[in-house]
């Protein structure tokens, strides 16, 4: 079974950074695609970043240019670089995992961690 666990989230102020971490084990595929989503208090859902098989990257609209999700060379690792946070940006962080067939930041994945809360102050 693909396991997943998310960590690095806590409180920061508006305009700083934070680095979330998806320890990866128990790969049951050769190909994965891997995934960040977010639930904010009384929101649905949302993916947030995608990263796919061949390293193809796909950013919601609201995070592209202070986002970057990336994976260590081992695969071991996912991570979510933010940079210049926003309240909006507030939520609970999952990092999520499936086969590589449909890999964006729209199809829910099958695997998921337990999440991360980010807290952004104004």
């Known amino acids: 079974q693909v396991q997943l666990a998310e960590s690095g989230g806590g409180s920061v102020q508006a305009g700083g950074s934070l680095r979330l971490s998806c320890t990866v084990s128990?790969?049951?595929?050769?190909?994965?695609?891997m995934a960040w989503w977010r639930e904010a208090p009384g929101k649905d859902r949302e993916g947030v970043a995608s990263?796919?098989?061949?390293?193809?990257?796909e950013y919601a609209d609201s995070v592209k240019g202070r986002f970057t999700i990336s994976q260590d060379d081992a695969k071991n690792t996912l991570t979510l670089e933010m940079n210049s946070l926003k309240p909006e940006d507030t939520a609970m962080y999952y990092c999520?995992?499936?086969?590589?067939?449909?890999?964006?930041?729209?199809?829910?994945?099958?695997?998921w961690g337990q999440g991360t809360e980010v807290t952004v102050s104004s």
């Open positions: 999520a995992a499936d086969r590589d067939y449909i890999c964006n930041i729209r199809r829910t994945l099958e695997y």
């Open positions: 128990g790969y049951r595929y050769r190909r994965y695609c």
């Open positions: 990263l796919n098989s061949n390293g193809f990257r």
